[in-house]
């Protein structure tokens, strides 16, 4: 079982860029698929990033292309989602999940993936 850990999140102004990991333990992630997800109180999951096995090809939400870039560092078992020109609407929980068998047509799905850690909070705010 794939154990995720998520670290980076903290309070950012507007413009201002932060970091966040998602550390695997337990098995490689090497294999699959990685994805970001972003979550406000009492609302759904909603897709941000997600990163193909062997740092393949890449993918994201309208919202934060152009801004947000995922990658991948198989040696160290790790993603990253570097996220810049943060905006007040990025504020959010971010979870990073993981899927063994996640197809391209299934990445924006919760449901694809079947491990996730807890989360980091990102707060975009003066």
């Known amino acids: 079982q794939v154990h995720l850990a998520e670290s980076g999140g903290g309070l950012v102004q507007p413009g201002g860029s932060q970091r966040l990991s998602c550390a695997a333990s337990g098995g490689t992630i090497r294999t699959g698929v990685v994805g970001w997800f972003r979550q406000l109180p009492g609302q759904e999951r909603t897709f941000v990033a997600a990163i193909f096995r062997n740092g393949g090809h890449t993918y994201y939400a309208d919202s934060v292309k152009g801004r947000f870039t995922i990658s991948r560092d198989n040696a160290k078992n790790t993603v990253f989602l570097q996220m810049n020109s943060l905006k007040p609407e990025d504020t959010a929980l971010y979870s990073c999940?993981?899927?063994?068998?996640?197809?391209?047509?299934?990445?924006?799905?919760?449901?694809?993936?079947?491990?996730w850690g807890q989360g980091t909070q990102v707060t975009v705010s003066s």
């Open positions: 999940a993981y899927g063994a068998g996640v197809i391209l047509s299934s990445i924006r799905y919760p449901t694809a993936y079947g491990n």
